[in-house]
Structure formats: structure tokens, C-alpha cells
């Protein structure tokens, strides 16, 4: 076992020298999010249709992986819980949650289906499935894009740059332009966000009186 003989001082001197580093990578955030505006018509058309498709009866599923499996979680959290204010819950499900369906799906049909075959047993016509991929290629994201499109799912897709072919496979995409998968990830949190600002104006949700 080796014993960390660094001292404070030294810890804040290593610090110091990532500074730059920090620095960079939040530049490239201002940078990326100084664009974002270019997404906010697309954004705000899917938060009015999802609030008419909700009001039909539809439900939302989301998917991606690694830290896109996470966004896809956060937007699904917001819509079962809430968002900024009081509302009904509204039906939506990560694919990337069941661990017992998609442990035995990529064990018995391979990781490609984990999310395809989820599609194929939940969606149903006039369902929603986000798909979040910050390469635009996931072989998993592209076969459930592929299986919504079969049980007459629309597909809604957030990608990195593109031309790609999640991109272009969905029925609409916002392919952010940023240079790393970092970047992209954190301006489709911000996008999730503004899709739950949509969708809740849309419906119509009031801060609660106290
Ligand atoms: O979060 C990160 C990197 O920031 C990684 O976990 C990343 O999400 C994974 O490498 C994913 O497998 C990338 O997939 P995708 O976004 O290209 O579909």
C-alpha cells in the first residue's frame, strides 16, 4: 500500500494547474449554450405535441447510454414527479431503469435489443420515444428508433453533431453542435429541461397558491 505523502500545499498547487483545464471545458459550455437558441422552436413544438399526446393517452419512453441513460432518466424523473411546479404525473419510463429486463435482453437476444425489444413490448401508436445519443450511432438507440417506427411510435431524437444515422432515422432531432460528448451532454440536459418548460406551459401548469 502506498501512503499519499502529498501535503495541502501541494493538493492546492495541483489544483491550480487543472484551472485551465476547467476553465476550458466551461468556456466550451458558454460556447455551446450561446447556440442553443437554434433548438429552442424544435423544443418547444415537442413540449406543445407532448402535451396534446398526453392529453390522448400516450405515454413517453426514453433511452441512451452511459451518461445519456442518465438524461433519459432525469426527463422521465421530471415527467412521473414534477418539474418547477405542482402537477398530475404524467406516464413516463426510462428503458435503462429495469435492470432485471435488460440484464436478461442483452443476455438472451445480445445488447443491441436491450432497448428495441422494450419498445416493441411498451409502445403503442401515438407513444413518444426520446432518444438520446451523443454519437448518433449506439447500435441499441438506433434498433429502438427502428422498433418504435414499427409499433407506430414517433421518434424524437437529441444527438451530437450531425449528419447521423439516429438523426437520421428519427421523425425530428436536435443534433447539437459541440465538440466533445461532455459538451453535448450537458446542453441536452439543458434541453430536457426546456422540454419540461413546454410541456408544462402547454398544459397549462400555475405555481400552486400558497
Ligand atoms: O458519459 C459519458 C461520457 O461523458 C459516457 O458514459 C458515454 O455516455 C458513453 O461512452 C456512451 O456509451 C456513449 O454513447 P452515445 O452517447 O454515443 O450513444
Not at 407532448?50 to 438524461?71: I, T
Request: glycine fraction near 8%.
Amino acid at each position: 500500500m502506498s501512503l499519499d505523502t502529498r501535503t495541502p500545499f501541494d493538493v492546492e498547487v495541483d489544483a491550480a494547474g487543472s484551472v485551465g483545464l476547467v476553465a476550458e471545458h466551461l468556456a466550451a459550455l458558454a460556447e455551446a449554450a450561446s447556440r442553443a437558441g437554434a433548438y429552442a422552436a424544435t423544443v418547444a413544438r415537442w413540449g406543445a405535441e407532448l402535451a396534446r399526446r398526453y392529453e390522448d393517452g400516450a405515454h413517453l419512453m426514453a433511452c441512451g447510454n452511459g451518461g445519456s441513460a442518465a438524461e433519459a432518466q432525469h426527463l422521465t424523473g421530471e415527467l412521473v414527479g414534477r418539474f418547477r411546479h405542482d402537477r398530475r404525473p404524467l406516464p413516463a419510463v426510462a428503458l435503462c431503469a429495469d435492470s432485471a429486463a435488460h440484464t436478461a435482453i442483452a443476455n438472451d437476444y445480445g445488447f443491441e435489443e436491450v432497448y428495441a425489444r422494450q419498445v416493441t413490448a411498451w409502445g403503442r401508436s401515438g407513444d413518444v420515444l426520446v432518444a438520446f445519443s451523443t454519437s448518433g450511432t449506439s447500435p441499441n438507440v438506433v434498433a429502438a428508433a427502428k422498433a418504435a417506427h414499427e409499433a407506430g411510435v414517433t421518434v424524437w431524437a437529441l444527438t451530437g453533431p450531425g449528419p447521423n444515422p439516429l438523426a437520421s432515422l428519427a421523425d425530428e432531432a436536435v443534433a447539437v453542435e459541440a465538440p466533445t460528448t461532455a459538451t453535448v451532454q450537458e446542453i441536452h440536459l439543458s434541453l430536457v429541461h426546456a422540454l419540461c418548460v413546454a410541456l408544462d406551459h402547454a398544459l397549462g401548469v400555475q405555481p400552486s397558491v400558497a
